[in-house]
């Protein structure tokens, strides 16, 4: 099966709106003939839709690095996936390792945030991956499984077919330190047969596999030539419109 490369670029808490302009104006004229590529940004939400508004017509998916599973409520500093949408907002990061970490999210709460983003119609990112810790005492499989099952195990067939996944170990991200191409790919097919085994072939085979930790201009080549890695999940080299330019020319 023939799964599009997809490269996203997560910002995290960097750029003003002035910044997230003239980043925009600066990305279009260098990824306009990559029409091999998907391409998404994650900007802070008070950007989404200067974003959305510069490079959602051309096809470039704009996505909130967050979301409640609530409609609405007293809930203060968080946003929902109606107000994500609002902003032009196509999809969502869940669970990535700093919200995880730094923000005490649970593998139960994305459980909830997936259903909610799928139930809301925005294009939901499930982000996975082991601490350095994790994989030194040889239990990244158990870690990945117990992160896929504990936020997939009630969707459905269809639904699981509309999630992608990005696998960034905890030890490659910002520091530096990407994956080498062969655990990336080994950890791919685990995480791909992980689905096979509890969602089907044909969904497995579908579902898109990002990688992400450190992905540079110089090494995504290698990364992303790995038969089961769909995509990247870039962050700080994200932040320059021609290094991730760069980077989505080489998934192409
Ligand atoms: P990095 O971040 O590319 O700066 O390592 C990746 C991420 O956090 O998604």
Redesign the pocket.
Known sequence: MERTPLVAG?WKMFKTRAEAADYCSALLPLVDELDEVDIAICPPYTALDIVAERIGDAGIGVWGQNVHDAPEGAFTGEISCAMLIDAGATGVLLG?S?RRALFGETDEALARKLAAALAGGLEPVLCIGESEAERDGGETERRLSTQLDGAMTALSGSQVLQVTIAY?PVW???TGRSATPEIAQETHAFIRGAIASRHGEECAAAIRILY????KPDNAAALLGQPDVDGA?????SLDPQGFAAIARAAG
């Open positions: 997560n990535h700093e960034e490659a991200i910002g992400g930790g450190s992905v999940l870039v962050g700080g080299a």
